[in-house]
């Protein structure tokens, strides 16, 4: 079954299976669906990812562990961690949702991984929602820079780029590919100096923007 | 002894009187203080008022629980709680803070409590500060009006006049009181018809807007 794997990804049996089988349905299946759950879940993810960080970066003042925090639980991430449990697959979704490929969306894969944090929460209690949030983003945590204290990778490339008194980057959007309602975008950072050239593809501009961008840290880093 | 007296107020017993102390301390006493167990506590709260509302009512959709919560966790109702608790009598602040009256500030009173919430949360876990906060919110809740979804009174007043046709209502700023740093705003909220004529006091324009059209709501309704 393939909520079964998916219990065994999230490293958690449901109690009650009805919420389990709630938290995967979307608002287009029918009335019983995710949505309450999605707004307890997004509550259960801030806290457990605010003591994490709390614990883990003694030394960082509140305003970075907020930066670090909104990076973590942005629509991206969850959608990638929810994509790497294969969550798509055992999402309920109404004809249309379906037709048009919601079970890939990512503000879809994202709102279903909120709500089974909301729905463990509901199952057993604020502990074992944190076990199930820790699994998933401790790996996530373990990667952070402190020095870089959560700034997203445009903020640090400027901030790069500054420090040596080098040009500022210039991004340009090359293409979109895909319809409408599942776009994406490539997106090209241009550095004069030292010459660097980058591309970025992501489900909105900004999100291409601080891919291409994250690129160009990592070569000017060499 | 003051904190003898807010840990009685709050329900709840520290075991390490450092994380109280440090939940206490305002930045401008020092370099260890409450600033980070703010950023924690702000998490606990939102997390314990969602899981509150989520079982109250359990037919809300999402978005009313939302406003009900943000009505709940703003700063005004903080600051009141805080006050409620004498919160303000326990403070550690700078000497400018002192003498300009940070005590009765309801950012640095709000700012504490939350602190205070994310101190219980390091002291003995998530169900200690999910007590603590029942404990002072569950009255709050208790009172709400489903019917209302928690929408703001200026709101609930706008909703009520345009469903009987009426005139919207005209706020007009009386007066303002006190220094700089500490003014009150004094506001009146004026009907047409039926000819009502109310006042509300608050910190800001904006909450004595609110208070001025919370009690022409509950005159309307007479």
Known sequence: ?????????????FIRADLLTQALTHRSYGSVNNERLEFLGDSVLNCTVARTLYDAFPDLPEGSLSRLRANLVRQETLADIAAGLRLGDSLRLGEGELK??????????????????????????????????????????????????????KTQLQEMLQSRRLPLPDYRLVDTEGE??????????????????????????????????????EQLQK
């Open 1 to 13: 079954m393939l909520t079964q794997r998916l219990q065994q990804a999230l490293g958690y049996t």
């Open 100 to 153: 048009s490929g919601g079970f890939r969306r990512p503000s879809i894969l994202a709102d279903a991984l909120e709500s089974l944090f909301g729905a463990v929460f509901l199952d057993a209690g604020f502990d074992a929602a944190q076990g199930v949030v820790r699994g998933l983003f401790d790996p996530l945590v373990a990667k952070i820079d402190p020095k870089a204290s959560g700034k997203d990778p």
């Open 180 to 217: 409408a309602h599942d776009q994406s975008f490539i997106v090209e950072c241009v550095l004069a100096k030292p010459v660097i050239n980058t591309r970025g593809v992501g489900k909105s501009r900004r999100a291409a923007e601080q891919e291409a961008a994250r690129q160009a840290c």
